[in-house]
């Protein structure tokens, strides 16, 4: 259940980067999902980093983290997706 829930948390994080990332990112929705599982891990890191990753009711000072990480992680990724997709199409 624990996978099913980093596929689904990934894939919201994945789309709200996108959303809040501003013009128009290319990569396909699968590898938006891989990124915020990334995004998601990276922010639980630097949560436990600051010592917020078990408090009581909900975490928003983790999920903001996680929501920062995703939205970089979705921009740089996006950018590398971008430049060896290019790439190809060039040779």
Do not use: C
């Not at 996006?78 to 040779?91: F, V």
């Amino acid at each position: 259940m624990g996978w099913l829930w980093a596929i689904i948390v990934g894939f919201v994080l994945g789309l709200l980067a996108k959303a809040i990332i501003p013009g128009k990112q290319h990569s396909p929705l699968w590898l938006t999902t891989i990124f915020g599982i990334i995004g998601a891990i990276v922010g639980n890191a630097i949560a436990r980093g600051f010592g917020i990753d078990e408090t009581r009711g909900i975490d928003w000072g983790r999920h903001a983290l996680q929501l920062g990480a995703a939205i970089v992680i979705v921009f740089l990724g996006d950018m590398m997706y971008t430049a060896m997709r290019g790439n190809k199409e060039r040779a």
